[in-house]
Protein backbone atom coordinates (compact mmCIF):
# COMPACT_ATOMS: atom_id res chain seq x y z
CA UNK A 1 0.00 0.00 0.00
CA UNK A 2 1.06 3.55 -0.94
CA UNK A 3 1.54 6.25 1.86
CA UNK A 4 -0.81 9.03 1.29
CA UNK A 5 1.68 12.25 0.91
CA UNK A 6 0.60 15.98 1.00
CA UNK A 7 2.75 18.22 -1.34
CA UNK A 8 1.91 21.53 -1.05
CA UNK A 9 4.43 24.59 0.12
CA UNK A 10 1.82 26.75 0.93
CA UNK A 11 0.14 24.16 3.52
CA UNK A 12 3.64 23.44 4.93
CA UNK A 13 3.97 27.06 5.68
CA UNK A 14 0.59 27.86 7.09
CA UNK A 15 1.73 25.40 9.32
CA UNK A 16 4.44 26.67 10.61
CA UNK A 17 2.91 29.86 10.67
CA UNK A 18 -0.09 28.74 12.93
CA UNK A 19 2.74 26.60 15.36
CA UNK A 20 4.54 30.14 16.10
CA UNK A 21 1.59 32.11 16.81
CA UNK A 22 -0.02 29.53 18.86
CA UNK A 23 3.81 29.71 20.58
CA UNK A 24 3.75 33.42 20.91
CA UNK A 25 -0.22 33.29 22.01
CA UNK A 26 0.93 31.05 24.89
CA UNK A 27 4.07 32.19 26.24
CA UNK A 28 2.39 36.05 26.21
CA UNK A 29 0.15 34.55 28.88
CA UNK A 30 3.26 33.43 30.87
CA UNK A 31 4.67 36.34 30.83
CA UNK A 32 2.09 38.84 32.12
CA UNK A 33 3.02 40.95 35.73
CA UNK A 34 1.35 40.27 38.49
CA UNK A 35 0.18 43.65 40.20
CA UNK A 36 2.94 43.31 42.33
CA UNK A 37 0.51 43.81 45.22
CA UNK A 38 0.68 41.60 48.77
CA UNK A 39 -1.50 41.92 51.47
CA UNK A 40 0.69 40.67 54.57
CA UNK A 41 -0.77 39.83 57.92
CA UNK A 42 0.36 41.45 61.49
CA UNK A 43 0.08 40.74 64.66
CA UNK A 44 -2.16 43.24 66.94
CA UNK A 45 -4.28 42.81 70.22
CA UNK A 46 -7.83 43.92 68.49
CA UNK A 47 -9.15 41.80 65.59
CA UNK A 48 -11.69 42.96 63.48
CA UNK A 49 -14.06 41.35 61.60
CA UNK A 50 -14.37 43.76 58.29
CA UNK A 51 -18.13 43.60 56.30
CA UNK A 52 -17.77 43.73 52.02
CA UNK A 53 -18.64 47.26 52.42
CA UNK A 54 -16.18 47.64 55.14
CA UNK A 55 -13.50 46.92 53.14
CA UNK A 56 -14.54 48.86 49.75
CA UNK A 57 -14.67 51.44 52.23
CA UNK A 58 -11.39 51.25 53.73
CA UNK A 59 -9.48 50.16 50.50
CA UNK A 60 -11.19 52.93 48.04
CA UNK A 61 -9.65 55.12 51.02
CA UNK A 62 -6.16 53.89 50.31
CA UNK A 63 -6.36 54.54 46.75
CA UNK A 64 -7.03 51.02 45.47
CA UNK A 65 -9.10 50.94 42.43
CA UNK A 66 -12.06 48.37 41.89
CA UNK A 67 -9.84 45.86 39.96
CA UNK A 68 -7.79 45.88 42.98
CA UNK A 69 -10.25 45.52 45.70
CA UNK A 70 -11.87 42.87 44.16
CA UNK A 71 -8.62 40.70 43.79
CA UNK A 72 -7.28 41.66 47.08
CA UNK A 73 -10.13 42.70 49.61
CA UNK A 74 -10.34 38.99 50.88
CA UNK A 75 -6.71 38.80 52.02
CA UNK A 76 -7.11 42.13 53.74
CA UNK A 77 -10.28 40.97 55.26
CA UNK A 78 -9.52 37.67 56.50
CA UNK A 79 -5.69 39.31 57.87
CA UNK A 80 -8.12 41.76 60.03
CA UNK A 81 -9.95 39.15 61.29
CA UNK A 82 -7.18 37.24 62.19
CA UNK A 83 -4.65 39.35 62.94
CA UNK A 84 -5.64 42.32 63.38
CA UNK A 85 -3.31 44.64 61.33
CA UNK A 86 -2.10 43.86 57.61
CA UNK A 87 0.31 45.76 55.49
CA UNK A 88 0.36 46.59 52.20
CA UNK A 89 3.43 45.97 49.89
CA UNK A 90 3.71 46.86 46.31
CA UNK A 91 6.98 45.61 44.51
CA UNK A 92 9.04 46.70 47.41
CA UNK A 93 7.38 49.45 48.85
CA UNK A 94 4.95 49.52 51.39
CA UNK A 95 2.01 51.80 51.15
CA UNK A 96 -0.02 51.11 53.48
CA UNK A 97 -1.37 49.83 57.02
CA UNK A 98 -4.21 48.91 58.06
CA UNK A 99 -4.63 48.38 62.25
CA UNK A 100 -8.04 47.19 64.19
CA UNK A 101 -8.51 49.33 67.66
CA UNK A 102 -11.81 48.87 69.49
CA UNK A 103 -14.85 48.37 66.01
CA UNK A 104 -12.34 51.03 64.27
CA UNK A 105 -9.89 50.56 61.29
CA UNK A 106 -6.87 53.00 61.54
CA UNK A 107 -5.50 53.38 57.91
CA UNK A 108 -1.90 55.03 57.36
CA UNK A 109 -1.19 55.27 53.43
CA UNK A 110 2.27 56.71 52.24
CA UNK A 111 0.69 59.14 49.36
CA UNK A 112 -3.14 59.54 50.69
CA UNK A 113 -2.61 60.25 54.44
CA UNK A 114 -3.98 58.99 57.56
CA UNK A 115 -7.92 57.64 58.49
CA UNK A 116 -9.90 56.28 60.93
CA UNK A 117 -12.65 54.46 60.14
CA UNK A 118 -15.67 53.04 62.63
CA UNK A 119 -17.50 49.70 61.29
CA UNK A 120 -20.51 51.29 63.10
CA UNK A 121 -20.54 55.30 62.65
CA UNK A 122 -18.53 55.77 59.07
CA UNK A 123 -15.92 57.95 58.94
CA UNK A 124 -13.81 59.98 61.44
CA UNK A 125 -11.99 63.31 61.51
CA UNK A 126 -8.29 62.78 61.93
CA UNK A 127 -6.15 65.58 63.70
Same mark, same amino acid.
Given at each position: ?12 ? #?????? $?? &?? +? ?5 ? *? =? ?8 ? #?????? $?? &?? +????VQ? *? =? ?15 L ?51
Amino acid at each position: MKPITYKSKTGGV #MLVSML $LA &LM +ALSLGGC *M =RRPTGIQILP #MGNQDV $LE &LT +ANDVVQV *M =RAAGFSDDQIYEHGAALRDGMARRGAVQVKIDDTYEAVFAAKGDSVYISTRSRGHFIYDINTGWQNVR
